[in-house]
């Protein structure tokens, strides 16, 4: 019978050992890194409706019990409309309090990334929350005016 310190083991034991790591290291490069899959998990879970005007376009978001401090508007990159924030649940700190027997109502934090047209005027962003309903309008910047055909004079030489 062999030992487990027979070369043919520990050159088995050598080769087991590499494909564990070349396993690890494929997993780390591929795997989805945490703060992606709970921004990914954020965006899916906050739906929207964007619609376009003659001179504007509009974001509405449901927000219901949210105050304005709970939500942030920005824009990164020059054209990436991005709102986001937190929805927290109310905590009873009272001895005897009730307890939840159902929690269905979404809690955490949420977000959406909109990619701004080229059309979109970043600096006249305006948000409003009304009845839990947010609002967000950008207004469109003026299309650019055609350019008037130059008239070149003729010389007769």
């Not at 998990?41 to 003659?54: F, G, L, Q, S």
């Not at 009272?94 to 949420?110: L, P, S």
Request: proline fraction near 7%.
């Amino acid at each position: 019978m062999i030992g487990f310190d027979a070369p043919l083991f520990s050159a088995l034991q050598h080769m087991l050992d590499a494909s564990a790591a070349a396993d690890d290291s494929d997993k780390s490069v591929s795997a989805p890194t945490r703060t992606y899959v709970r921004d990914a998990k954020a965006m899916a879970a906050t739906p929207a409706d964007v619609m376009e005007y003659p001179n504007s376009y509009a974001f509405v978001i449901d927000m219901p019990g949210l105050k304005s401090g709970d939500i942030k508007v920005q824009v990164e990159d020059d054209n990436v409309l991005v709102i986001s924030g937190e929805r927290r649940r109310q905590e009873e700190e009272k001895e005897g309090a009730a307890k939840y027997v159902r929690m269905e109502r979404r809690v955490g934090k949420f977000m959406r990334k909109f990619v701004l047209p080229e059309n979109a005027n970043t600096d006249k962003i305006s948000a409003v929350c009304q009845d839990g309903v947010l609002t967000v309008t950008v207004e469109k910047l003026p299309p650019p005016e055609p350019k008037k055909p130059k008239t070149i004079e003729v010389k007769i030489a």
